[in-house]
Structures are given as structure tokens and as C-alpha cells.
């Protein structure tokens, strides 16, 4: 194991890049070392079991936790891993397949604290919520302290906040960035694995890039340099992340420029992006990835330029000579708890295991976190969308949703396709889903059915068992394109979801998203929406013979 590894890392070398994450069997035979681990290899083994290993419900996490769990209980030894440690790396794992053992050995003299510890930062808890609060009510004094500690919002208050001042060095893309120049279409079998599929990330040559090889492998020596200056790193663009909704954009962005996710292989979050416009799906996608994305007149930085950023105050000036560049306004306030809660999905999941745990204590509502400001009332009437919205909300009927307010509509329907399906089937994963939420959720295989490469085939082998055994509905390649499959439904007659823009339903709306959002409204129901404007139209006249009002909505 350890020689075919070693050699695939040296193959990755040569491409300029990590190896890629342990896999279910390659795991299972790291297991079998670390019970009887070769003399001199002590260290490295423990850091593949630390470091190496994708978290969430993965195959590979499913057999880490396995082990982990066995160590912890006393079943298997290892003289490398404690159980103290052992507990402390199924912490890591953030949910999932680690989630009942930590919760069991609550009740554990030995590890029961630790154990508690672990429990106190992790937030994909789902069911097993309930687990902790009967044990509280049973009189356990760590679940009460794990349930005081998500009621207080440790998880959220133990991160840092986002800083009043940051310097950066500018990485400027002049004109338009298109995703498909960060993620080109050629390249999306790659998609799934970052590293790989970020070397193709500006690929082409423009204005001010220079691509290490043209049509093949992007600016990596211009980026490295820019690092050099010993400051992060800002993608910076006239207008950023227009075309398809791609999340494979934003993790090659990310990979260059986020940080790295500890105990998390070749993933990385948070990073900088600024435009002078940012495409909403794009700008959605990054604040999912725990990045700060800020529109502001970006016409006046230059490639290589350093520049101190604050974020709070809303001023860019140049580092050195504090000259004012421009100013700003955030979006949101919500967005720095965003940025400091690790993303968008981990903050609206953390509060509310935080509300969860303060309602089963008996407390009042949390006033932690910063709140959405609503728009004003105008007191008309509302446009059918604004109804739906509303309706997904649980709204009285009749009553909408005014645009700029933030909402989580249910989701009865989310589509996947298959550029994307394998990188929503990880965020699935990360997610530690196991079941999906919304009513319906199908998978297509529209785009790769015609001239599937290798890597192709073996999704349309994988990907469908996996949709189908989390409650989904997998189509079969050549069965046809997905958006004509959504397109003939009855649902939803509210709202729903798709991992292309131009996703739609013929009775409901849709507000299509990159795959990390796909997965999060597959797997809890509901997705995050910052309601858009929408258009009344007024039909005035006498309808044609055979036309319906419906036939005209």
C-alpha cells in the first residue's frame, strides 16, 4: 500500500500537485499498518490517518471512523493512537459515520469528556441532536455541557472574527471572467478532483496573463510570485464569474488562493474576490466557501498591486501609502458571519443547532449572530413569484416575499446533472448526508451520455447508486436531458432547484445554483435565498379560443 501510494504521490509531483485523498481500500490496508506499523514509518502513517482521509460520509471516512471507533471502544490497539486520540480524530471528521460512537462514549467514564469536547464544535448532528439532549435530560453532565455550548454558540464564537484590516496582493483579471475560463468545459472531467482540474483555470492567454503552458496549464508561476510578496492573495476581475453556475469556478479559485480545511484533503475555503460586478451565482457559490466576495470599483488596481482592505469600515486603500482607492458597502452584515462561521451552509446549519439546543434549554432566542436587515413594506400587491417564495416559506396565503429578504424556501424539487453530479455527490458527502430532505431529487446523465471518456462511465456505474440509496432518483444515460425531465413535472408548484442556470419548472420557480447549494437543499430541504426582483406582468384583453390562464403562466 504504502509503495503504490508513495509512487502515485510522485506522479502528482510531476504534475505540480497534492495526491489525491485515500480511497476506501487504501484506507483499510493504512488500518492494517497502524495496527502493526513498520519501523520508521510511525509518523508518516499517522499522518495519512490524520490528514489524508476525506471527512463526512465518504467510503474511505466510512472505514476511518470504523477504525477510530474500534479504538476508541477498546476493540482493536494500535501503538501509535491512543484512545483520547482516537476520539479526538473522529472529532475531525465533522459528521456523519463518526457521529453515534462520539455520542455513545458520552456516557464513557474514561472518554466521556473528551468525547464532549469533540461534540462542541461538530454541526452536522441532524437526528443525533436528539441523542445528546435525552442524555442531558437523563442527568449526563456532558451532554448538558455539549447542548450549554451550542447554545451559546462556542462553535461560532471559538473561530475568529473577520479582521478590521487585511492586506492583499492583487491577482487582476481585466474585462470579463466567464466560469468557464476558471473552469473550462474540455476539462470537467477533472471537476471532482480540485488540484488536478485547477491547473486549467485561466488556461488561455488574455490581457495580463500568462499561462505556464497555453490551452493546458495556467498562470501557476504568475500566482506563485504574486505570493512571494508574503501577503493573500485577492482574485480581483472587471466582472467575475458570469456564465454557468460552477462551483468547480470557485474551488479552482480557492485553490490558489483560500486556506487550506485541517484534516481535510485537497479542499480549501475562505479567500478574497472582488469585482466590479460579481455574478450572483458566483457570488452565492463564494460566500458558500466561506470567502469574502465585495463589489467595488475595481478599475483603478493592477496586477501586482498591495492593498489593505477593510472590511467592516468599507475602504480599500494602497499599502504603504494609505491612499483611499475606493469605498464600499457589504451586501449583508451577515456575510462577515459567514466569513468567520467557515461559510454560508456551516453558518445557517450551526445556528440552528444553536436555536435547537437554546429551545430545548428553555432559553430565549440566540443574539449572537447578525441579522438580515428586511426591506422596507411598500404595501402593494405581490408578483406571483413573490407568492410562491412565500408559499415555500410557510407564508399565509397569498402573502410574498419582497425582494432583497432573506429566505429559505423548502425545496420540493432539486436537479442534478452530470458535469456536476460527481462534485454535489462530495458536497453530499461533506454534508454527512445520508438521506435527502427534499420531496424529489434526480440525477441526470444528459451531457456525458453521447461521448463519455473513461472517467465518465465509471459515474454513470457510481453516481446512481449513490443518489438512489439517499432516497433519489437517478436517470439512466441516453434516457434524455434533465431539464426536459423537470420541465414535464408537476412539481414543484413552489420552488425548486438545479445545478445549471437554466433549470426551470412548468408550474414552479426556480432558482438554479452551483453544486455545494444543489447538495445542501438535496439533503435538508431548504436552500438559503436572498429574493431577487421579480416582474408583474398584467395580461389585458380576451383570451383566444383553446388558451387557459394556465396555458399563459
Not at 43 to 68: H, Q, S
Request: with cysteine; net charge negative; glycine share 10%.
Amino acid at each position: 500500500m504504502l509503495e503504490a501510494y508513495r509512487k502515485h504521490v510522485a506522479e502528482r509531483a510531476a504534475q505540480g500537485i497534492v495526491p489525491q485523498p485515500l480511497n476506501a481500500e487504501q484506507t483499510a490496508g493504512l488500518v492494517e499498518l497502524l495496527k502493526n506499523p513498520p519501523a520508521g514509518e510511525e509518523a508518516f502513517l499517522v499522518d495519512l490517518i490524520t490528514n489524508r482521509v476525506p471527512a463526512g460520509v465518504d467510503e474511505a471516512a466510512y472505514v476511518k471512523a470504523g477504525f477510530l471507533s474500534a479504538l476508541a471502544k477498546g476493540e482493536v490497539s494500535s501503538p501509535l493512537l491512543s484512545k483520547t486520540r482516537a476520539v479526538e480524530l473522529l472529532g475531525t471528521m465533522q459528521g456523519g459515520y463518526n457521529i453515534t460512537t462520539m455520542v455513545e462514549l458520552l456516557d464513557n467514564a474514561e472518554l466521556s469528556a473528551v468525547a464532549a469536547e469533540q461534540l462542541k464544535h461538530t454541526l452536522l448532528m441532524f437526528d443525533a441532536f436528539h441523542d445528546v439532549a435525552e442524555k442531558a435530560k437523563a442527568g449526563n453532565a456532558n451532554a448538558k455541557a455539549v447542548l450549554a455550548s451550542w447554545a451559546e454558540g462556542e462553535w461560532f464564537q471559538n473561530r475568529p472574527a473577520v479582521p478590521e484590516k487585511v492586506t492583499l496582493t492583487v491577482f487582476k483579471v481585466t474585462g470579463e471572467t466567464n466560469t468557464d475560463d476558471l473552469s473550462p468545459a474540455p476539462d470537467a472531467w477533472s471537476r471532482p478532483d480540485i488540484p488536478l482540474h485547477a491547473l486549467a483555470m485561466l488556461k488561455m492567454a488574455r490581457d495580463g496573463i500568462n499561462p505556464d503552458a497555453p490551452g493546458t496549464v495556467g498562470p501557476i508561476k504568475q500566482m506563485e510570485a504574486l505570493k512571494a510578496k508574503g501577503f493573500p492573495v485577492a482574485y480581483v476581475g472587471d466582472v467575475v464569474g458570469t456564465g454557468s453556475s460552477r462551483k468547480s469556478a470557485t474551488n479552482s479559485v480557492l485553490w490558489f488562493f483560500g486556506d487550506d480545511i485541517p484534516n481535510v484533503p485537497n479542499k480549501r475555503a475562505g479567500g478574497f474576490c472582488f469585482g466590479t460586478k460579481i455574478a450572483p451565482i458566483f457570488y452565492n457559490t463564494m460566500e458558500d466557501a466561506g470567502a469574502l466576495p465585495i463589489e467595488f470599483d475595481c478599475s483603478n488596481l493592477a496586477m501586482g498591486d498591495v492593498i489593505d482592505v477593510y472590511p467592516i469600515k468599507g475602504e480599500v486603500r494602497r499599502h504603504g501609502s494609505d491612499e483611499l482607492v475606493t469605498s464600499f458597502q457589504l451586501k449583508t452584515d451577515v456575510l462577515l458571519d459567514e466569513v468567520r462561521a467557515g461559510g454560508r451552509i456551516p453558518l445557517i446549519v450551526g445556528r440552528g443547532l444553536t436555536e435547537k439546543a437554546r429551545a430545548e434549554l428553555g432559553l430565549a432566542p440566540s443574539t449572537l449572530f447578525k441579522k438580515p436587515e428586511s426591506p422596507i413594506d411598500s404595501g402593494k400587491g405581490f408578483t406571483l413569484a413573490q407568492k410562491m417564495v412565500g408559499r415555500a416559506c410557510g407564508l399565509q396565503e397569498g402573502k410574498g416575499v419582497r425582494p432583497g429578504t432573506y429566505c429559505e424556501p423548502k425545496m420540493t424539487t432539486v436537479g442534478s446533472q452530470d458535469t456536476t453530479g460527481p462534485m454535489t455527490r462530495d458536497e453530499l458527502k461533506d454534508l454527512a448526508c445520508l438521506g435527502f430532505s427534499a420531496d424529489l431529487v434526480m440525477q441526470s446523465f444528459c451531457h456525458t451520455a453521447a461521448y463519455p471518456k473513461p472517467i465518465d462511465v465509471t459515474t454513470h456505474h457510481t453516481l446512481p447508486d449513490f443518489i438512489m440509496t439517499r432516497g433519489g432518483v437517478s436517470l439512466r444515460p441516453g434516457d434524455g436531458i434533465i431539464h426536459s425531465w423537470l420541465n414535464r413535472m408537476l412539481l414543484p408548484d413552489t420552488v425548486g432547484t438545479g445545478g445549471d442556470s437554466h433549470t426551470r419548472f412548468p408550474m414552479g420557480i426556480s432558482f438554479p445554483a452551483g453544486s455545494g447549494l444543489v447538495a445542501f437543499a438535496a439533503a435538508t430541504g431548504v436552500m438559503p435565498l436572498d429574493m431577487p426582483e421579480s416582474v408583474l406582468v398584467r395580461f389585458k384583453g380576451k383570451l383566444q379560443p383553446g388558451i387557459t390562464l394556465r396555458d399563459l403562466v
